[in-house]
């Protein structure tokens, strides 16, 4: 992600961030819906959008979105044509967790947040290796949540 680039994500994040909160880092990555099959229904990804005000969406494919990880919260905005878009959602930190990256040519994870049914899947991408560095220092930043077994 370039200076430019980063600026302009800033500028969108600033509304939707109080005064004294601090950003922390700025990364990118591909989300989707770990609950494939419910995802992929129009109706329903229109619905949760509609019914949370905008604050969730639903993905029916892996869509390509910029990350703030603020002290407070995390934003996701939609990438468009390669430059930040549309503010996707905003999430409070203290009620997100991730479960342990599983690192190979993709990092996959999933972001579990307290009081959603289903958790969102993040993959970050091996390249540009900038891109990969940020994705890796978002992990460490977030907490874990370990998932029962099946």
């Known amino acids: 992600m370039g200076a430019r680039q ?3 994500l800033l500028e969108n994040a600033a509304p939707l961030m109080r005064p004294d909160e601090r950003v922390e880092l700025v990364a990118m990555a591909k989300i989707g819906s770990v ?3 419910v995802g992929k229904s129009l109706a329903y990804g229109v619905a949760v959008g509609v019914l949370s ?3 969730m969406m639903a993905f029916s494919t892996h869509a390509e979105a910029y990350i703030v990880l603020t002290d407070r919260q995390i934003l996701f905005f939609r990438s468009h044509a390669g430059t930040p878009g549309k503010h996707i959602m905003s999430i409070p930190r203290a009620y997100a967790a991730i479960t342990e990256p ?3 040519l993709l990092l996959k994870f999933q972001l579990h947040v307290q009081g959603w049914d289903q ?3 993040l993959t970050i991408p091996p390249l540009p290796p900038a891109v990969r560095k940020r994705g890796v220092a978002f992990t460490q930043l977030m907490p874990r949540i370990v998932l029962a077994a099946a």
Do not use: P
């Open 6 to 8: 980063e600026r302009r």
């Open 35 to 37: 609950k494939k099959s």
């Open 53 to 55: 005000g905008g604050t």
């Open 102 to 104: 599983k690192s190979g």
């Open 119 to 121: 958790a969102l899947a």
